[in-house]
């Protein structure tokens, strides 16, 4: 079954960087566009990033972002590994939530992982 576990989030002071990893299993992640999504308290989940996979013909490995953190936030994935990465940087009290990794195609989520800004 697919399961994905997020780590890394924890607490830092505004200016600073973090770096989140989601472990995925259960299906072949290099197959599927990835992405990282956020939650605060009392408002709405939202996109943060997203990264395509290496077999889409027009986007192979090319990645999105949400405008309020284009510049600051960097997705990768190690298809080797299977592993979604978020390196976030310069790092906003607006930035404080839930973050979650996500394979979109079906809408699989982690459990979450708390940053705190």
């Known amino acids: 079954h697919v399961q994905l576990v997020e780590s890394g989030g924890g607490s830092v002071q505004a200016g600073g960087s973090l770096r989140l990893s989601c472990a995925a299993s259960g299906y072949t992640f290099s197959d599927y566009c990835m992405g990282w999504f956020r939650q605060a308290s009392g408002k709405e989940r939202e996109g943060v990033a997203r990264i395509w996979s290496h077999a889409s013909p027009t986007y192979a490995d090319s990645a999105t972002y949400a405008d309020s953190v284009k510049g600051r936030f960097t997705v990768s994935r190690d298809n080797a590994k299977n592993t979604l990465s978020l390196q976030m940087n310069s790092l906003k009290p607006e930035d404080t939530g839930v973050y979650y990794c996500?394979?979109?195609?079906?809408?699989?989520w982690g459990q979450g992982t708390q940053v705190t800004v």
């Open positions: 996500v394979r979109i195609s079906m809408g699989y």
